[in-house]
């Protein structure tokens, strides 16, 4: 959004809903101008995967040359906002499809735990018909090749077979040929408005509003900041909504002005501000989001969070994470001082360090509450959605081979080249090309289909994760105001399950979980630890899991699944709880006061 610089630009944000009020007809026409900006705009910068991206001056000349054709059709003011998305998603999809092509180039090997249908061992990253073309000598030459290869490397090696000018024997070529098209099918050039339902966001700033009787847009802009400011710390105290009326830029130019109303109501203010000192809060910035059927108005409010001295807590809470509960915590109380010296240190320690910490040092502190979240449910969701992606790829890969066969005879029929294009819409008297181009489109439309339900499944799963992440991270973040605590997390990267593993669900389920899924709760929860002013420390992993903080002992074999038996003394407990004490105490344990026995076997 735009509203990531200035004097509050090192600010934490938060959205905040201001009302919303039904479209009209210049509404849906500045939604419907903005997409089609959008499209005409991006559409003059496509460069393939394999092409150089243009430097952001050639990329800014083309656009700017776009956008002025545009004029009359819809305000620069939004004509620029249009130009500004366009160049971000141009580039941001140039930059993911290079990587994604260049991790399949470098895994180019890899083989799929469900095999083909005819029972060949399948290449996850190759279309299905090269796990049967490649024999496993074609596959090590080509992982060999990968390996020796950097990004610019392997792109340069890219850009010579599609030019016809590698030394790669043509099956290799071939093969890597279709894998860039697998990709570019993927990354697709940006396109907006492919579903009846988008919603246009579009970001305001001086410039969408009239100069007004200052006579300058920006100081317009200033006051308007200023106005929703004061609204919202006078609702925060307790008053009543405050309705600010503003007129922002018309969808035409030189056309009237549109009114919008924000209206700052206590409800949603309530949860983001707490007892914190309200005239620390300003609304930096808003947006409008277009839908088919209302305008929504949202206003960002911002705010430097003051976060607590570790000295200051009064308490410690630990946070185990983890797949089979996603996460457990314990709250003990803080008996003593925690030494910045030593956890600076320890963000250094290896295995090693972390071992002979534990075994000459204890705790016998008690939790004074915990709680356990049993993400049972999320994983059977998770894992139901994965079986449906698994059954989506193989119809997708089955449904491949027979279009390759139909453009293929297609192509003979015409005497053309076996890859080219074929034009779906002739029209011809010839009964057996008709036929075969009837069933190619219809078997192009139904693959479109598949893969148009398996991004939906996709984004159900990232749906599942954001509610699910937030909901545990609500309840980390209440049990840590309640508590005045810090909270003691681990220093954990989250890795997928080998597939020798027990606890190995598939690939699909482990991309699922594991692609961005630590990330997402740790980014979530820190910033809500932030935003409510809570210290968050940060321990080496090594070993928590395992050891009895009491008696100072580490042992794996103190750790049986879900039941953690202390050798010590045979005390029983949840291991995952457990793991949450151990960290949870970890910033205050103690030296032994005398060298610990072995304890026999």
């Given at each position: 959004?735009?509203?990531?610089?200035?004097?509050?630009?090192?600010?934490?944000?938060?959205?905040?809903?201001?009302g919303?009020?039904?479209?009209?007809?210049?509404?849906?026409?500045?939604?419907?101008?903005?997409?089609?900006?959008?499209?005409?705009i991006a559409?003059a910068?496509?460069?393939?995967?394999?092409?150089e991206?243009?430097?952001?001056?050639?990329?800014?000349?083309?656009?700017?040359?776009?956008?002025?054709?545009?004029?009359?059709r819809?305000?620069?003011?939004?004509?620029?906002k249009?130009?500004?998305?366009?160049?971000t998603a141009?580039?941001?999809?140039?930059?993911?499809?290079?990587?994604?092509?260049?991790?399949?180039?470098?895994h180019?090997g890899?083989?799929g735990?469900v095999?083909?249908g005819?029972?060949?061992?399948?290449?996850?990253?190759?279309?299905?018909?090269w796990?049967?073309?490649?024999?496993?000598a074609?596959?090590?030459?080509?992982k060999?090749?990968?390996?020796?290869?950097?990004?610019?490397?392997?792109?340069?090696l890219?850009?010579?077979?599609?030019?016809?000018?590698s030394?790669?024997?043509?099956?290799?070529a071939?093969?890597?040929?279709a894998m860039?098209?697998?990709?570019?099918?993927?990354?697709?050039?940006?396109e907006?408005?492919?579903d009846?339902?988008?919603v246009?966001?579009?970001?305001l700033?001086?410039?969408?509003?009239?100069?007004?009787?200052?006579?300058?847009?920006?100081?317009?802009?200033?006051?308007?900041?200023?106005?929703?400011?004061?609204?919202?710390r006078?609702?925060?105290?307790?008053g009543?909504?405050?309705?600010?009326?503003?007129?922002v830029?018309a969808?035409?130019?030189?056309?009237?002005?549109?009114?919008?109303?924000a209206?700052v109501?206590?409800?949603?203010l309530?949860?983001?501000?707490?007892?914190?000192?309200?005239?620390?809060?300003?609304?930096?910035?808003l947006?409008?989001?277009?839908?088919?059927?209302s305008?929504?108005?949202?206003?960002?409010?911002?705010?430097?969070?003051?976060?607590?001295?570790?000295?200051?807590a009064?308490?410690?809470?630990?946070?185990?994470y983890?797949?089979?509960?996603t996460?457990?915590?314990?709250?003990?109380?803080?008996?003593g001082?925690?030494?910045?010296?030593?956890?600076a240190?320890?963000?250094?320690?290896?295995?090693?360090e972390?071992?002979?910490?534990?075994?000459?040092?204890a705790?016998?502190g008690?939790?004074?509450?915990?709680?356990?979240?049993?993400?049972?449910?999320?994983?059977?969701?998770?894992?139901?959605?994965?079986?449906?992606?698994?059954?989506?790829?193989?119809?997708i890969?089955?449904?491949?081979?027979?279009i390759?066969?139909?453009k293929?005879n297609?192509n003979?029929?015409?005497?053309?080249?076996?890859?080219s294009?074929?034009?779906?819409?002739m029209?011809?008297?010839d009964?057996?090309l008709?036929?075969w181009?009837?069933?190619l489109?219809?078997?192009?439309a139904?693959?479109?289909?598949?893969?148009?339900?398996?991004?939906?499944?996709?984004r159900?799963?990232?749906?599942?994760k954001?509610?699910?992440?937030?909901h545990?991270?609500?309840i980390?973040?209440?049990?840590?105001?309640?508590?005045?605590?810090?909270?003691?997390?681990?220093?954990?990267?989250?890795?997928?399950?080998?597939k020798?593993?027990p606890?190995?669900?598939?690939?699909?389920?482990?991309?699922?979980?594991?692609?961005?899924?630590?990330?997402?709760?740790?980014?979530?929860a820190?910033?809500?630890?932030?935003?409510?002013?809570?210290?968050?420390?940060?321990?080496?992993s090594y070993?928590?899991?395992c050891t009895?903080v009491?008696?100072?002992v580490?042992?794996?074999?103190?750790?049986?699944?879900?039941?953690?038996?202390?050798?010590a003394?045979?005390?029983?407990?949840?291991?995952?709880?457990?793991?949450a004490?151990t960290?949870?105490?970890w910033?205050?344990?103690?030296?032994?006061?005398?060298?610990?026995v072995?304890?026999?076997?």
């Amino acid at each position: 959004m735009a509203y990531g610089k200035g004097s509050r630009g090192k600010d934490d944000k938060r959205m905040v809903a201001l009302g919303a009020m039904p479209v009209d007809a210049d509404w849906l026409g500045l939604r419907r101008e903005w997409i089609h900006a959008s499209n005409a705009i991006a559409s003059a910068v496509r460069p393939t995967l394999l092409d150089e991206m243009p430097t952001g001056k050639e990329v800014d000349r083309l656009m700017l040359a776009a956008q002025a054709e545009l004029k009359g059709r819809i305000n620069s003011v939004w004509a620029e906002k249009a130009r500004i998305s366009a160049k971000t998603a141009v580039i941001e999809r140039h930059r993911r499809g290079q990587a994604n092509l260049f991790g399949r180039l470098r895994h180019v090997g890899t083989v799929g735990d469900v095999p083909c249908g005819d029972g060949t061992r399948r290449l996850v990253n190759l279309p299905e018909e090269w796990s049967r073309r490649l024999s496993d000598a074609d596959v090590g030459a080509l992982k060999a090749l990968a390996d020796s290869l950097d990004f610019a490397g392997a792109m340069s090696l890219l850009r010579k077979v599609r030019d016809g000018r590698s030394n790669l024997p043509p099956l290799h070529a071939e093969a890597l040929m279709a894998m860039v098209a697998v990709v570019e099918e993927r990354f697709r050039h940006p396109e907006w408005g492919r579903d009846a339902e988008a919603v246009v966001q579009l970001h305001l700033d001086y410039r969408c509003l009239p100069k007004g009787e200052s006579g300058s847009n920006k100081e317009a802009w200033t006051a308007l900041q200023d106005r929703m400011t004061n609204a919202v710390r006078s609702v925060a105290r307790g008053g009543e909504p405050v309705a600010i009326p503003l007129l922002v830029a018309a969808p035409v130019a030189r056309g009237p002005c549109k009114l919008v109303r924000a209206v700052v109501r206590q409800a949603p203010l309530k949860h983001l501000l707490r007892n914190e000192d309200v005239d620390a809060f300003a609304m930096g910035s808003l947006c409008l989001e277009i839908g088919p059927c209302s305008v929504t108005v949202k206003g960002v409010l911002s705010h430097r969070p003051k976060v607590r001295p570790l000295e200051a807590a009064t308490h410690l809470l630990g946070r185990d994470y983890g797949y089979r509960n996603t996460a457990a915590f314990a709250v003990v109380r803080k008996d003593g001082p925690v030494d910045p010296g030593l956890l600076a240190a320890s963000a250094e320690w290896g295995k090693e360090e972390a071992k002979a910490y534990l075994e000459t040092h204890a705790h016998d502190g008690e939790p004074v509450e915990t709680a356990l979240m049993d993400g049972g449910d999320f994983l059977k969701a998770v894992a139901g959605h994965a079986l449906r992606v698994d059954a989506l790829r193989s119809e997708i890969d089955r449904a491949y081979p027979r279009i390759h066969a139909l453009k293929a005879n297609v192509n003979a029929r015409l005497g053309a080249e076996p890859d080219s294009l074929v034009d779906l819409g002739m029209v011809t008297e010839d009964r057996h090309l008709a036929g075969w181009t009837r069933r190619l489109a219809r078997l192009l439309a139904y693959v479109g289909r598949l893969k148009l339900e398996r991004r939906g499944v996709y984004r159900t799963v990232e749906g599942l994760k954001r509610s699910w992440f937030g909901h545990v991270s609500g309840i980390e973040m209440r049990l840590a105001l309640k508590w005045d605590a810090a909270v003691v997390r681990e220093d954990l990267t989250v890795v997928a399950e080998e597939k020798g593993s027990p606890g190995y669900k598939g690939r699909t389920f482990s991309r699922m979980m594991n692609d961005g899924a630590k990330g997402q709760y740790i980014r979530r929860a820190s910033n809500k630890l932030r935003w409510n002013g809570v210290r968050e420390v940060v321990v080496p992993s090594y070993w928590t899991s395992c050891t009895d903080v009491r008696n100072g002992v580490v042992d794996r074999a103190q750790r049986r699944g879900s039941v953690f038996e202390a050798k010590a003394d045979g005390r029983r407990g949840d291991s995952d709880l457990h793991a949450a004490l151990t960290l949870a105490l970890w910033p205050i344990l103690r030296p032994l006061a005398a060298p610990r026995v072995a304890l026999a076997a």
